[in-house]
């Protein structure tokens, strides 16, 4: 088990790109399953979650080459093989291949997906989307088993903008025959970036960004190979961004979609920090301490849920009160009990944690729950009085890339140890 040891107090200054999106990446490579061909995807981050994406596709007979944040995936050989609980517990975004494989074989069983604990994270819409699409699902003993002769276009109305959901129909609809409309789709930059990847593999995909997409089914034999640059890390920037306002820093992130980070930049013109957005890079400056705001978790554009424990950490320090609601995940405040032993002063009331700010942190043990969990601990730490020891950061290695290493270069106090 590794920990991080961080020593607060330093103010974050310098320049810090951010690397390609983890999120944008895993559809892409699941999609990669389709075109029975070569995918060349450019800034794959270097992450844990990609590794567990890349072995999959291997276990599934897919030849995966790694150059830098290159990955090569030859799909070719891809065979429709059963996918046990030991990987798909590793990671929930395993749970992306099953579009993907049902559409190119018509079968595909895989076991129930695990993942950060911030919710129960059911896939019934998911499934309901394969339904209506023809594919005849079974679930018995932990597993979903999905076959289709042949899928059939549908028009989907999903419950709820689901951000997996929409990916995999996505997925499945490229080689039905027909077309598919999913409405009340999630309309994340990263469903924009999957729609390039299947557009650029010979899909007909339009609409993405907006809450409708159609999906005009090709045959098998339009597939072809592609090269494809995915977009860049927007909850990462963000995270940067929070990293600099709670240390008082002046920071440019580069690597940015500014369009993609809006909602966050926002709420944080609003807590006074000041922002300058060009055209891929945001100049953060930390102008003291921030005022209180109120914050409301929603599908994007909306806040995104995953910046939310980050913004947790910066608000402990805030002048005021705020409050932040949780729409998305019924389960997203492990953080609290954590910064609380830091100093914070935080109460959670159903959905809603109320956060009245303190002059300071100081430094504790404290434990990594999840991803965004652990990223915003790490920005406490950063902020607070004597040293913390962060364990569990294996949850952190899934999402962020060398971020303590990012950090020390921008002037943090940040090791890591082996225990
Ligand atoms: C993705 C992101 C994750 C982010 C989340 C919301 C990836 C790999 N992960 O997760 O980082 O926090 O979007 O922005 O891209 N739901 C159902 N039934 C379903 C599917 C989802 O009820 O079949 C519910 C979930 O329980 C949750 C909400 O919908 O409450 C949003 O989940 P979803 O958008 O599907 O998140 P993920 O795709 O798992």
């Known amino acids: 088990m590794q920990k991080l040891l961080i020593v607060g107090g330093n103010r974050l200054e310098g320049t810090v790109r951010a690397s390609g999106s983890k999120n944008a990446t895993l559809p892409v490579l699941a999609a990669c399953i389709l075109n029975a061909g070569v995918s060349t995807i450019h800034e794959a981050p270097r992450l844990r979650d990609i590794s567990v994406m890349k ?9 995966v080459t790694n150059e830098g944040s290159t990955i090569i995936v030859d799909s070719s050989n891809i065979e429709p093989l059963e996918i046990s609980e ?3 517990r590793r990671m929930r975004a395993s749970n992306l291949v099953l579009g993907a494989m049902l559409g190119r074989f018509g079968r595909v069983k895989i076991s129930y997906p695990g993942g950060c604990q911030i919710g129960s994270r059911p896939m019934d ?4 989307g394969l339904q209506a699409m023809g594919a005849v699902i079974r679930e018995k003993f932990g597993y979903i088993m999905a076959e289709a002769k042949k899928l059939t276009g549908a028009d989907i109305h999903l419950d709820l903008p689901s951000v997996g959901a929409t990916e995999n129909l996505m997925m499945a609809a490229v080689l039905a025959e027909g077309v598919t409309t999913i409405r009340n789709a999630a309309k994340e930059p990263e469903i924009v970036d999957l729609q ?4 650029a593999i010979g899909g007909r995909v339009k609409g993405a960004g907006t809450d409708n997409i ?20 927007r909850i990462e920037a963000g995270t940067h961004i929070v990293a600099t306002a709670i240390t008082g820093g002046e920071v440019t992130v580069t690597n940015v979609i500014p369009e993609h980070i809006e909602p966050l930049l926002a709420k ?28 409301k978790t ?4 909306g806040f995104p849920t995953d910046m939310q424990p980050q913004m947790m950490a910066l608000l402990s320090l805030a002048e005021g009160t705020s409050v932040i609601t949780e729409t998305v995940f019924e389960n997203r405040f492990k953080h609290v009990g954590e910064l609380r032993r830091m100093g914070a002063d935080i109460k959670v009331e159903g959905q809603s944690a109320i956060i009245k700010g303190v002059d300071k942190l100081s430094g504790a043990c404290i434990e990594a729950s999840d991803l965004r969990a652990g990223a915003s601990l790490v920005l406490a730490s950063l902020a607070a009085e004597n040293g913390t020891v962060i364990e569990n950061i294996n949850h952190i290695d899934r999402g962020y890339e060398r971020l303590e290493q990012k950090y020390n270069f ?5 090791v890591r140890v082996h225990n």
């Open 298 to 301: 929603m599908p994007y554009p």
């Open 268 to 295: 944080m013109r609003e807590a006074g920090v000041g922002i300058t957005v060009g055209d891929d890079f945001v100049r953060v400056r930390g102008n003291g301490r921030v005022k209180s705001i109120d914050i």
């Open 86 to 88: 030991g990987i798909m």
């Open 214 to 233: 159609k999906i005009e089914g090709v045959a098998h034999s339009q597939m072809k190979p592609a090269v494809h640059s995915v977009i860049p890390d």
């Open 196 to 199: 390039n990847y299947l557009n």
């Open 410 to 414: 921008l002037g943090a106090r940040i």
């Open 55 to 63: 072995f999959l596709l291997h276990y599934l007979g897919a030849k």
């Open 125 to 128: 819409l998911h499934l309901k």
